[in-house]
């Protein structure tokens, strides 16, 4: 049975593909993923080249939304994956869609995190699996939307 990561495993991944993205290190497929969305963020770059800095507590960087670095980037990578494999059904093309909209798919990402995490607030406040049609439903609407 696998162990999920914890969040130290996770924050000292991220914060190791950083380290090997800035020192022009080769990377894994995964790794390269994550750098290219860490290139869109460098308000993140003073968390994640902090490995060993308290993991609760997260700082984080002067951003509007005070963002959490570590869940950001993470649904920007749960988003590319949906993406790259269509799952639910239909999310690449409604992120391609949004994207082609917003003129920038880091955009249509931002805007689907929306739906994700609604999605996923939904499921645990009710005590039932994602709901993958209300999740795509509301990208699409994002897709469409004057």
């Given at each position: 049975?696998?162990?999920?990561?914890?969040?130290?495993?996770?924050?000292?991944?991220?914060?190791?593909?950083?380290?090997?993205?800035?020192?022009?290190?080769?990377?894994?497929?995964?790794?390269?993923?994550?750098?290219?969305?860490?290139?869109?963020?460098?308000?993140?770059?003073?968390?994640?080249?902090?490995?060993?800095?308290?993991?609760?507590?997260?700082?984080?960087?002067?951003?509007?939304?005070?963002?959490?670095?570590?869940?950001?980037?993470?649904?920007?990578?749960?988003?590319?994956?949906?993406?790259?494999?269509?799952?639910?059904?239909?999310?690449?093309?409604?992120?391609?869609?949004?994207?082609?909209?917003?003129?920038?798919?880091?955009?249509?990402?931002?805007?689907?995190?929306?739906?994700?995490a609604d999605?996923?607030?939904?499921?645990?406040?009710?005590?039932?699996?994602?709901?993958?049609?209300?999740?795509?439903?509301?990208?699409?609407?994002k897709a469409?939307?004057?």
């Amino acid at each position: 049975m696998l162990i999920p990561p914890s969040r130290t495993d996770v924050r000292r991944y991220f914060c190791e593909v950083y380290a090997k993205w800035r020192n022009g290190d080769p990377l894994e497929p995964m790794e390269a993923l994550l750098s290219a969305w860490m290139r869109e963020h460098p308000e993140y770059n003073a968390v994640l080249s902090q490995p060993d800095a308290p993991v609760d507590g997260v700082p984080h960087p002067d951003h509007a939304d005070n963002t959490n670095p570590f869940l950001h980037l993470s649904m920007h990578l749960a988003l590319s994956e949906q993406c790259s494999i269509d799952q639910p059904k239909g999310i690449r093309e409604a992120v391609e869609v949004l994207a082609a909209r917003k003129d920038s798919l880091h955009d249509a990402h931002h805007a689907t995190m929306d739906c994700l995490a609604d999605m996923i607030a939904t499921s645990q406040s009710l005590g039932q699996p994602p709901d993958g049609d209300s999740y795509l439903a509301c990208v699409r609407h994002k897709a469409t939307q004057r």
